[in-house]
C-alpha cells in the first residue's frame, strides 16, 4: 500500500479508503490509485484485512450437494444471493456424514468465516451444532430444521406430504405407499407425518408394510420399490419423498415393465429440470430452491449484524405441479 501510496502521490489511507470504500474519494484521486495498482500488479491482503477488521466478508456452506440436484440448485440459489450482496462463499461437502459435517464447520471456521449455512445430517449427537453453539458461530440451518437456538428455513414439509397424499386419494387411490428418506433427518420425520395425516384424514388405515425406507438415494429406492411389488396386495400408487428416490422407483417400475401411471401411479417430493421431460412427465410437489437460498443469506447477514436478536424459524410453501404420473391429463 505504500508503493501505491507513493506512486500515485497519496497517503496510505487515502489507498485504503479508495480499496474498502471507507470513505468518498474524488474520482481523479481513485483513477490514480487505480493506475498505480494495475502497475505494481498489487493484491490486497484479504486476510490481513479480515484479521483487522475481525470480518472476512465471506460466508460459509457445509451441505451435501455433490450428490443431490435439490442441494446443488440450493448452494447455487445461495451463491447468487451471496454475489448480489457483494460477499464470498466457501463451500464444503458433507456427505451427509456426521464426522465430515464436523470437519466441514471446523473448517469453515478456522478459515474465518463471518457465518455458516447448515443443513444438518442425521447426527443423533448433533456434534456439528454443538460446535456451532459452543462458539458462537452466527449460523442458519437449511432444509433441515433441527434445533432451537438457531435461525431456520425450510420448507412446510407436512402439509406439502398431506397434499400429496391428497391429491392421490381424490384419484381414487386406497393403497398409497411411501418411500420415506434417511432416518433422524426432520424432514423424513414430516413427510411421514403428512402421509399418514392424508391417510387418517380420509379414514383409510395406516398400514405398515406401506411405509419403506429409501435412505435419500436412488439405489435404496430402487429396492424399496422392488419390495413393495413383492406384497400380496401392492400399492396402487407411491410417493417418493425426494427427487433421487423418485429416480429409483421410476427405475424398479421400468425393471418390472410396470406402467405409469396405468398401474401404478407415482409422484415425488421436490422437481428437477428433467421431471416435465420424463415419460410420464412426473407430478410432484417443488420446493421454492431460489427463494430458499436468498433467505437463508439475508437470515445469516441479519444474524452476523445483531448476534443477539431473536432467533427465527421460516417455512415456505412448495408448490403441486400436476403432471400425468399421477394420472391426470
Given at each position: 500500500?505504500?508503493?501505491?501510496?507513493?506512486?500515485a502521490?497519496?497517503?496510505?489511507?487515502?489507498?485504503?479508503?479508495v480499496?474498502?470504500?471507507?470513505?468518498k474519494?474524488?474520482?481523479?484521486?481513485?483513477?490514480?490509485?487505480?493506475?498505480a495498482?494495475?502497475?505494481?500488479?498489487y493484491i490486497?491482503?484479504t486476510?490481513?484485512?479480515?484479521?483487522?477488521?475481525?470480518?472476512?466478508n465471506?460466508?460459509?456452506?457445509?451441505?451435501s450437494a455433490?450428490?443431490?440436484?435439490?442441494?446443488?440448485?440450493?448452494?447455487?440459489?445461495?451463491?447468487?444471493?451471496?454475489?448480489?450482496?457483494?460477499?464470498?462463499?466457501?463451500?464444503?461437502?458433507t456427505?451427509?456424514?456426521?464426522?465430515?459435517?464436523?470437519?466441514?464447520?471446523?473448517?469453515?471456521?478456522?478459515?474465518?468465516?463471518?457465518?455458516?449455512?447448515?443443513?444438518?445430517?442425521?447426527?443423533?449427537?448433533?456434534?456439528?451444532l454443538?460446535?456451532?453453539?459452543?462458539?458462537?458461530?452466527?449460523?442458519?440451518?437449511?432444509?433441515?430444521l433441527?434445533?432451537?437456538?438457531?435461525?431456520?428455513?425450510?420448507?412446510?414439509?407436512?402439509k406439502?406430504?398431506?397434499?400429496?397424499?391428497r391429491?392421490?386419494?381424490?384419484?381414487?387411490?386406497?393403497?398409497?405407499?411411501?418411500?420415506?428418506?434417511?432416518?433422524?433427518?426432520?424432514t423424513?420425520?414430516?413427510?411421514?407425518d403428512?402421509?399418514?395425516?392424508?391417510?387418517?384424514?380420509?379414514?383409510?388405515?395406516?398400514?405398515?408394510a406401506?411405509?419403506?425406507?429409501g435412505?435419500?438415494?436412488?439405489?435404496?429406492?430402487?429396492?424399496?420399490?422392488?419390495?413393495?411389488?413383492?406384497?400380496?396386495?401392492?400399492?396402487?400408487?407411491i410417493?417418493?419423498?425426494?427427487?433421487l428416490?423418485?429416480?429409483?422407483?421410476?427405475?424398479?417400475?421400468?425393471?418390472?415393465?410396470i406402467d405409469?401411471?396405468?398401474q401404478?401411479?407415482?409422484?415425488g417430493?421436490?422437481?428437477?429440470?428433467?421431471?416435465?421431460?420424463f415419460?410420464p412427465?412426473?407430478?410432484?410437489?417443488?420446493?421454492?430452491?431460489k427463494?430458499?437460498?436468498?433467505?437463508?443469506?439475508?437470515?445469516?447477514?441479519k444474524r452476523?449484524?445483531?448476534?443477539?436478536?431473536?432467533?427465527?424459524?421460516?417455512?415456505?410453501?412448495?408448490?403441486?405441479?400436476v403432471r400425468?404420473?399421477c394420472?391426470?391429463l
Open positions: 500500500m505504500d508503493d501505491v501510496a507513493r506512486i502521490k497519496v497517503s496510505t489511507s487515502t489507498v485504503s479508503h480499496l474498502n470504500g471507507t470513505r474519494v474524488r474520482p481523479a484521486t481513485v483513477r490514480a490509485v487505480e493506475a495498482i494495475q502497475e505494481l500488479g490486497p491482503n486476510l490481513a484485512r479480515s484479521l483487522a477488521r475481525s470480518t472476512s465471506t460466508i460459509g456452506v457445509a451441505i455433490l450428490s443431490n440436484h435439490y442441494f446443488s440448485e440450493t448452494v447455487h440459489a445461495i451463491e447468487t444471493e451471496c454475489a448480489r450482496h457483494g460477499i464470498m462463499m466457501l463451500y464444503v461437502d456427505r451427509d456424514d456426521p464426522e465430515q459435517e464436523l470437519r466441514a464447520v471446523k473448517a469453515l471456521h478456522h478459515r474465518r468465516v463471518d457465518g455458516i449455512l447448515l443443513a444438518p445430517s442425521a447426527d443423533p449427537q448433533h456434534l456439528a454443538e460446535y456451532l453453539r459452543a462458539n458462537d458461530i452466527p449460523a442458519v440451518l437449511v432444509d433441515r433441527v434445533a432451537q437456538g438457531f435461525d431456520q428455513v425450510g420448507v412446510e414439509n407436512k406439502s406430504s398431506q397434499q400429496l397424499v391429491h392421490l386419494i381424490e384419484h381414487g387411490h386406497r393403497r398409497i405407499a411411501l418411500i420415506a428418506g434417511s432416518a433422524g433427518l426432520t423424513t420425520d414430516e413427510r411421514i403428512g402421509y399418514r395425516a392424508a391417510l387418517a384424514a380420509a379414514g383409510l388405515p395406516f398400514d405398515e406401506l411405509l419403506v425406507n435412505e435419500s438415494s436412488s439405489e435404496p429406492a430402487r429396492s424399496a420399490t422392488r419390495h413393495l411389488l413383492t406384497l400380496e396386495a401392492p400399492p396402487t400408487a410417493m417418493a419423498a425426494n427427487n428416490m423418485t429416480i429409483g422407483a421410476m427405475h424398479a417400475l421400468r425393471d418390472a415393465r405409469v401411471p396405468e401404478i401411479a407415482l409422484v417430493f421436490d422437481d428437477f429440470d428433467w421431471a416435465d421431460f415419460v412427465r412426473l407430478t410432484v410437489m417443488a420446493q421454492p430452491v427463494e430458499l437460498g436468498m433467505r437463508a443469506v439475508k437470515l445469516l447477514l452476523i449484524e445483531e448476534p443477539d436478536g431473536k432467533k427465527q424459524t421460516v417455512r415456505l410453501a412448495p408448490t403441486l405441479r400425468n404420473s394420472g391426470c
